[in-house]
């Protein structure tokens, strides 16, 4: 089959536990590609079960770059600064080998800074220019260790009196982001949400991150059917038991123990780790105590599932939104993969298509999305219950819940009380 693309990039993205992988190696087998990881948690060594790594085997000899490169408890602080500074020098030399740059994760924000230039707000601060692959990190960020003395609370109160926008959008236990549009405020001088509506204005450059850094890139986004994700999530953490989760749990706090409350970032976010921090505490007294591992056990699958969510969330107001004017649109194709049988030669055949010269737009009917949209993510209080709701969707189901409700209830019986005194 002939190929049209002079020099084509390919992004499978999508929701956890949809078959990027498999989808991945296939490509690479086809077209000849390298795949490079697009998953924050993938990046550093060790709990490859937890973090779902694909196994040698499942590689098929096909090169996997920007896996377990990073110590997991360093001091130093990895950012997306430094993986679009490192994959931009791995896709060039993929190319040089005349192989395809195949960019497969979950971690859409990284697989963003790729597709598209001036994606990133760009404060001078990005950390060691080392690209090596190796051990070496960026340089420890000392403002960062100093502000983690600070309460969310107080760094949240502090992004409200200088960018009061920025702050409405963003949760104040979300500690990173809230201390990211600080950090932008003091060092550009300017609020990011100014940066952002500059961006904007900008004809040549309609919307932060609106040029695409490739002309021949296709982006393939995986999901599938809510029901039929979730039983699938579900089935993958009964897996990693099998395949020894426990075990490496254990073997992973027995070499890092000393390390564990030194930081919250990094490593210590996966989905797989923190659940069972708890019970992996109990240290001797762990098999006398295999509830709290059940329990992590259960907390790791609705999180997931509630992360399969979020990244669906970012694909549909990030990739297909914001391209509906504002940023010009890769080839772009929405695959569905509930019938596992058809992931890969479904996969093909888009690929196949885009790469005789097609141009792939997903139709996306924008009078019926769901919580997408800068105004569906902006935080709302809610007074009677003490308490902050993002998206006008989920505040008016707060609205209708029960909790509210029930504060509701209350409020109205303690004024009629106080009426009757």
């Known amino acids: 089959m002939g190929i049209l693309r002079k020099d084509p990039i390919i992004f499978v993205i999508g929701c956890t536990g949809t078959g990027k992988s498999d989808l991945g190696v296939a490509i690479a087998k086809n077209y000849g590609g390298e795949i490079v990881s697009v998953d924050s948690m993938q990046l550093y060594k060790g709990l490859d079960i937890a973090t779902n790594k694909i196994t040698s085997e499942e590689t098929e000899g096909i090169p996997h770059h920007m896996m377990s490169i990073l110590q997991p408890f360093s001091k130093t602080r990895y ?12 896709c060039q030399q993929i190319r040089e080998r005349r192989k395809i740059p195949i960019l497969v994760g979950g971690t859409t924000y990284y697989a963003e800074s790729i597709l598209y230039e001036n994606n990133i707000i ?18 420890k960020d000392q403002e960062f260790e100093a502000d983690s003395r600070i309460s969310n609370e107080d760094l949240w109160s502090e992004l409200n009196r200088v960018d009061p ?6 949760h104040k236990n979300n500690r990173h982001r809230v201390w990211r549009a600080i950090q932008i405020y003091k060092q550009t001088g300017k609020k990011r949400s ?11 450059d309609v919307e932060l991150g609106g040029k695409l850094r490739f002309e021949d890139s296709l982006v393939i986004y995986l999901d599938a059917k809510k029901e039929v ?6 089935s993958r953490v009964e897996k990693m038991i099998g395949m020894g989760l426990k075990k490496e749990l254990v073997e992973f706090y027995e ?17 797989g780790w923190k659940e069972f921090v708890p019970w992996l505490k109990l240290e001797e007294k762990r098999e006398e105590n295999m509830k709290l591992f059940e329990e992590g056990c259960e907390k790791m699958k609705t999180r997931t599932k509630q992360y399969a969510k979020h990244q669906r969330l970012w694909y549909f107001s990030r990739l297909l939104k914001r391209a509906n004017g504002e940023r010009k649109m890769a080839s772009t194709k929405m695959l569905d993969t509930s019938e596992k049988s058809r992931i890969i030669s479904d996969g ?21 999305e769901q919580n997408i949209g800068e105004h569906l993510h902006r935080f709302i209080e ?16 707060h609205l209708a819940g029960k909790t509210h409700k029930h504060h509701l209830k209350m409020r109205k019986k303690l004024a009629e009380n106080v009426e009757n005194q």
Do not use: Y
Request: glycine share 6%; hydrophobic share 35%; net charge negative.
């Open 79 to 90: 950012n997306v600064h430094l993986f679009r500074q490192q994959v931009l020098e791995i």
């Open 122 to 139: 760009e404060t001078g601060n990005v950390g060691s220019s080392s690209t090596s692959g190796s051990d070496s990190e960026p340089e």
């Open 382 to 397: 809610c007074e009677i219950c003490e308490m902050r709701v993002q998206g006008s969707v989920n505040w008016k189901l």
């Open 348 to 368: 093909l055949k888009i690929v196949d298509e885009w790469m005789l010269g097609n141009d792939l737009h997903e139709d996306v009917n924008m009078s019926n």
């Open 229 to 234: 994700l979730e039983e699938r999530l579900d």
């Open 255 to 271: 070499l890092h123990k000393n390390h564990l409350d030194e930081n919250s970032f990094g490593v210590m976010q996966c989905i």
């Open 194 to 204: 100014e940066i952002i509506l500059q961006q904007k204005s900008n004809k040549n």
């Open 165 to 170: 926008e920025t702050a409405s959008l963003l």
